[in-house]
């Protein structure tokens, strides 16, 4: 498969621990983004990398969360100190610009649930 | 800013009926414009997309959407549905960012068998 692959795909955590994912994009995409959603919305952007540059945060991303790209590869996405309102979906995505437009695929998403 | 409307958030229709899912969205500049389709349990996955050209697209599994730009709208169409089409489905746009989608708040679609 050469999708978007995200590990681990479930996750649940004690309020004040500290969870990673993990995002491999699809092979030859240059962007790489982090997503949040919640049960009725529709995903929030929380990130985004071209090649290993981070270019944009979300003002929704709060100190607590980290994001990288180290070799512009995979990514990780950590939050520090979790707290229940960070329970949600978190969908990693690719793209890469080359001609019209930007299509983004997504990966199954990471569901986190802080207890 | 940029932002996308979906009217309904909850679509019951009987199999074979006609979908219209109505998006519209804010933002004066050129547009990318997007339908994505959440199956129950599963991934985002793209349905359509309208970068230029005829305004009138075609997706996968029989799905259509018309950009009318006077309008500000993508709506997206099905002349008859199947139980297999319930799921959520996501208007999303991008403009002068080129990156970020701005995304409607999705609506579900549960046909009755």
């Known amino acids: 498969d050469t999708g978007v692959s995200q590990d681990p795909r479930h996750k649940i955590t004690k309020r004040g621990q500290n969870v990673t994912f993990r995002c491999d994009p699809i092979?030859?995409?240059?962007?790489l983004y982090w997503y949040r959603q919640t049960l009725g919305q529709g995903p929030e952007f929380l990130t985004y990398?071209?090649?290993?540059?981070?270019?944009?945060k979300s003002r929704l991303l709060s100190d607590r969360f980290s994001a990288e790209r180290p070799k512009g590869s995979f990514s990780t996405l950590e939050i520090q100190r979790t707290e229940q309102g960070d329970s949600a979906m978190y969908l990693c995505?690719?793209?890469?610009?080359?001609?019209?437009?930007?299509?983004?695929?997504f990966g199954e998403g990471s569901w986190l649930t802080v207890v | 800013a940029q932002s996308v409307s979906q009217h309904n958030h909850h679509v019951i229709l009987s199999e074979a009926a006609s979908l219209e899912l109505g998006c519209n969205y804010s933002?004066?500049?050129?547009?990318?414009l997007f339908w994505y389709v959440q199956y129950p349990g599963q991934h985002l996955q793209l349905l359509l997309k309208y970068f230029s050209g005829d305004p009138l697209v075609k997706g996968i599994k029989g799905f259509e959407a018309e950009f009318i730009k006077s309008k500000f709208s993508f709506n997206l169409r099905k002349p008859s549905v199947q139980w297999s089409d319930t799921a959520e489905y996501f208007c999303a746009v991008n403009g002068d960012s080129n990156y970020q989608l701005i995304w409607g708040a999705g609506t579900k679609l549960i046909i009755k068998p």
């Open positions: 990398f071209q090649n290993e540059a981070q270019l944009e």
């Open positions: 092979s030859e995409h240059n962007r």
């Open positions: 995505a690719s793209s890469n610009q080359r001609g019209a437009g930007n299509t983004i695929y």
């Open positions: 933002y004066g500049g050129t547009v990318n």
